[in-house]
């Protein structure tokens, strides 16, 4: 039967349908359909208190008085709250939490297996992946689509030192992450990035290797240039250009 | 029938009145229709354009719609981001994988002390040298009330630490014996009175900045023109009774302005200087800044950023520079 709360409840032809179908005493027409709104009344008559702990007693016709509250498909459309299992354009990708339409979430996303209600398992598991992927092993790590996303950027990437010519302990990881950083726009942590074993000693063309969540590795190209302020490298840009353009 | 030629007789003297002209149009003349023909006519020239020119003045120029077009540009809507999943345009509030590019996420915005070591570690990385200065980039919300706003302004702050290594020329105007004496003990460069003058307009002497007494106001007026935002006025300190006061402010006080209506671009410290010195100067200077606006109107202060001569600005958090300090030093 239904539990209904003294004071304002709301009339929901809720999901239920099992547990109704188990209790039909009377031939009654449920819908079979999902509730497509709700209605939010409030009892016209209050209910006399019952004993503590006992639910309240409605006996009286006067307990079926209700009155319209609001009804809730006036009220701006909410989103729902999902967990992406997929990578999803203009989303997210897996384990992301997004919040959709609801349209968007029931006809395409759950429908389709594209993501997940966020229960609290549901929530545990995807929060285990994420820490797998910092701290758990490499055999179970999944590389997430933005990570794939970097590994393609730096496949096409190239990278280029101003060096000051005595080399001697000066290329260290930091000096190149650092060029990282503000070359490509990278950020590159110290241990996800690999050296060439050999300590550089000269001008010249190398590699080196960037580990994207320790799963993929890139080689990067890395030119070692004689260094050069920045006020003369932007003459020497211009100077370049003004050929090109004659 | 009737009313399609009445529709393009319309048309046609529509035609007529801005082209002056009487044409025999046979494009809009329907081929049904006998291709008419209406007499010469010159119209007075002085009637249709009066009316042109008021509807000139109020649309707006090409220029002026041009530039408002930028002004919109560069003020970027801000979209409210914080109930959405993710801010809008950028892939996620804070990136998942140890490697990632850092345009696809929201800007960093560092503690003060996190920024300066950062500023250091990047001097030493990029081989660039020690004793480039550090310079503080403020945006300033000018606003106050309705239509209101905070003119751009100049201001002279005394630094803990100062970085300059000479001190500021100061012309000092005086008739006062007395007082000349009294300025040239406390490092005046130049004292004088009328006869400086002028020495100034012939361009022959120059200074940082110019005091005077009250009482040479009037006769200063001349150089207003020549000395513009230097001229002294009672507003920025310039003039006043008490000179040695006056003088001990300008003689090491680093002096900043507002450009473009609400930017502060000043040069801080220089690199080398420890890392509490720099603070400190910035401190100094945002305090001297934030002293500008009402505290009922909100926070002068938009944004902060750190930057050195060779390296790119790190975005500074505001609320570690506010003056409720149980925030700053918890």
Not at chain 1, 1 to 11: C, D, E, H
Not at chain 2, 7 to 19: G, K, S
Not at chain 2, 142 to 155: A, N, R
């Given at each position: 039967?239904?539990?209904?709360?003294?004071?304002?409840?709301?009339?929901h032809n809720s999901c239920?349908f099992?547990?109704v179908?188990?209790?039909?005493?009377?031939?009654q027409n449920i819908s079979q359909t999902a509730c497509k709104?709700?209605?939010?009344?409030?009892?016209?008559?209050?209910?006399?208190?019952?004993?503590?702990?006992?639910?309240?007693?409605?006996?009286?016709?006067?307990?079926?008085?209700?009155?319209?509250?609001?009804?809730?498909?006036?009220?701006?459309?909410?989103?729902?709250?999902?967990?992406?299992?997929?990578?999803?354009?203009?989303?997210?990708?897996?384990?992301?939490?997004?919040?959709?339409?609801?349209?968007?979430?029931?006809?395409?996303?759950?429908?389709?297996?594209?993501?997940?209600?966020?229960?609290?398992?549901?929530?545990?598991?995807?929060?285990?992946?994420?820490?797998?992927?910092?701290?758990?092993?490499?055999?179970?790590?999944?590389?997430?689509?933005?990570?794939?996303?970097?590994?393609?950027?730096?496949?096409?990437?190239?990278?280029?030192?101003?060096?000051?010519?005595?080399?001697?302990?000066?290329?260290?990881?930091?000096?190149?992450?650092?060029?990282?950083?503000?070359?490509?726009?990278?950020?590159?942590?110290?241990?996800?990035?690999?050296?060439?074993?050999?300590?550089?000693?000269?001008?010249?063309?190398?590699?080196?290797?960037?580990?994207?969540?320790?799963?993929?590795?890139?080689?990067?190209?890395?030119?070692?240039?004689?260094?050069?302020?920045?006020?003369?490298?932007?003459?020497?840009?211009?100077?370049?250009?003004?050929?090109?353009?004659? | 029938?009737?009313?399609?030629?009445?529709?393009?007789?319309?048309?046609?003297?529509?035609?007529?009145?801005?082209?002056?002209?009487?044409?025999?149009?046979?494009?809009?003349?329907?081929?049904?229709?006998?291709?008419?023909?209406?007499?010469?006519?010159?119209?007075?020239?002085?009637?249709?354009?009066?009316?042109?020119?008021?509807?000139?003045?109020?649309?707006?120029?090409?220029?002026?719609?041009?530039?408002?077009?930028?002004?919109?540009?560069?003020?970027?809507?801000?979209?409210?981001?914080?109930?959405?999943?993710?801010?809008?345009?950028?892939?996620?509030?804070?990136?998942?994988?140890?490697?990632?590019?850092?345009?696809?996420?929201?800007?960093?915005?560092?503690?003060?002390?996190?920024?300066?070591?950062?500023?250091?570690?990047?001097?030493?990385?990029?081989?660039?040298?020690?004793?480039?200065?550090?310079?503080?980039?403020?945006?300033?919300?000018?606003?106050?009330?309705?239509?209101?706003?905070?003119?751009?302004?100049?201001?002279?702050?005394?630094?803990?630490?100062?970085?300059?290594?000479?001190?500021?020329?100061?012309?000092?105007?005086?008739?006062?014996?007395?007082?000349?004496?009294?300025?040239?003990?406390?490092?005046?460069?130049?004292?004088?009175?009328?006869?400086?003058?002028?020495?100034?307009?012939?361009?022959?002497?120059?200074?940082?900045?110019?005091?005077?007494?009250?009482?040479?106001?009037?006769?200063?007026?001349?150089?207003?023109?020549?000395?513009?935002?230097?001229?002294?006025?009672?507003?920025?300190?310039?003039?006043?009774?008490?000179?040695?006061?006056?003088?001990?402010?300008?003689?090491?006080?680093?002096?900043?302005?507002?450009?473009?209506?609400?930017?502060?671009?000043?040069?801080?410290?220089?690199?080398?200087?420890?890392?509490?010195?720099?603070?400190?100067?910035?401190?100094?200077?945002?305090?001297?800044?934030?002293?500008?606006?009402?505290?009922?109107?909100?926070?002068?202060?938009?944004?902060?950023?750190?930057?050195?001569?060779?390296?790119?600005?790190?975005?500074?958090?505001?609320?570690?520079?506010?003056?409720?300090?149980?925030?700053?030093?918890?």
């Open positions: 039967m239904w539990t209904l709360v003294s004071g304002r409840f709301a009339l239920n099992s547990y179908k188990a209790t039909l005493f009377r031939a709104n709700t209605v939010v009344v409030e009892r016209w008559w209050q209910v006399p208190l019952s004993q503590e702990g006992r639910p309240p007693r409605l006996y009286s016709n006067r307990h079926k008085v209700y009155r319209l509250v609001e009804d809730m498909k006036h009220q701006p459309q909410r989103k729902m709250e999902l967990i992406l299992t997929q990578t999803v354009p203009k989303l997210g990708g897996r384990g992301d939490t997004v919040f959709v339409k609801k349209s968007l979430g029931r006809n395409k996303l759950l429908p389709e297996g594209l993501a997940v209600y966020p229960s609290p398992e549901n929530k545990h598991i995807y929060a285990e992946e994420r820490r797998i992927l910092c701290e758990g092993k490499l055999e179970d790590r999944i590389q997430t689509w933005t990570g794939k996303k970097t590994v393609e950027f730096l496949k096409s990437a190239k990278l280029e030192i101003g060096m000051h010519t005595p080399i001697k302990d000066k290329l260290t990881k930091e000096v190149v992450c650092r060029r990282f950083l503000r070359m490509l726009g990278v950020v590159v942590p110290l241990h996800a990035l690999t050296l060439p074993e050999e300590p550089i000693q000269e001008l010249g063309d190398y590699w080196c290797e960037v580990t994207v969540n320790g799963l993929d590795t890139v080689r990067v190209p890395m030119s070692l240039v004689p260094f050069m302020e920045s006020r003369l490298m932007k003459l020497r840009k211009q100077e370049e250009e003004q050929p090109n353009t004659e | 029938m009737a009313a399609s030629s009445r529709n393009l007789l319309r048309v046609f003297a529509e035609c007529q009145r801005q082209l002056f002209i009487a044409r025999v149009p046979t494009s809009v003349c329907a081929s049904h229709n006998a291709p008419r023909h209406h007499p010469m006519r010159t119209y007075a020239a002085a009637a249709k354009p009066a009316r042109k020119q008021k509807k000139d003045e109020k649309v707006p120029t090409k220029d002026s719609k041009e530039q408002e077009e930028k002004k919109k540009l560069l003020q970027k809507q801000k979209i409210n981001d914080t109930s959405r999943h993710k801010p809008y345009g950028l892939t996620a509030w804070a990136p998942v994988d140890d490697v990632y590019l850092v345009r696809y996420y929201p800007r960093q915005v560092y503690e003060p002390e996190v920024a300066v070591d950062m500023l250091k570690t990047f001097q030493k990385l990029d081989f660039t040298p020690e004793d480039q200065p550090v310079f503080l980039d403020l945006q300033l919300d000018m606003k106050l009330e309705k239509k209101k706003k905070i003119d751009p302004f100049v201001s002279t702050v005394h630094l803990p630490h100062p970085f300059k290594k000479d001190i500021n020329k100061i012309l000092v105007f005086t008739e006062n014996p007395e007082e000349a004496r009294v300025a040239t003990e406390n490092g005046a460069a130049i004292v004088g009175g009328v006869d400086l003058i002028e020495k100034i307009l012939e361009d022959r002497i120059t200074a940082d900045f110019y005091l005077a007494v009250p009482d040479m106001v009037t006769k200063i007026l001349p150089l207003k023109n020549k000395l513009r935002k230097k001229y002294p006025k009672s507003k920025r300190g310039t003039v006043g009774v008490n000179i040695p006061e006056m003088l001990a402010l300008f003689k090491t006080g680093h002096e900043y302005l507002v450009e473009r209506d609400s930017y502060i671009v000043t040069q801080t410290a220089t690199l080398d200087m420890p890392k509490e010195h720099i603070l400190d100067n910035m401190r100094t200077i945002i305090k001297d800044v934030v002293a500008h606006k009402p505290a009922e109107f909100g926070p002068l202060i938009d944004r902060i950023i750190a930057s050195t001569k060779m390296s790119e600005g790190l975005w500074l958090k505001c609320e570690a520079f506010l003056p409720q300090e149980d925030v700053k030093e918890a």
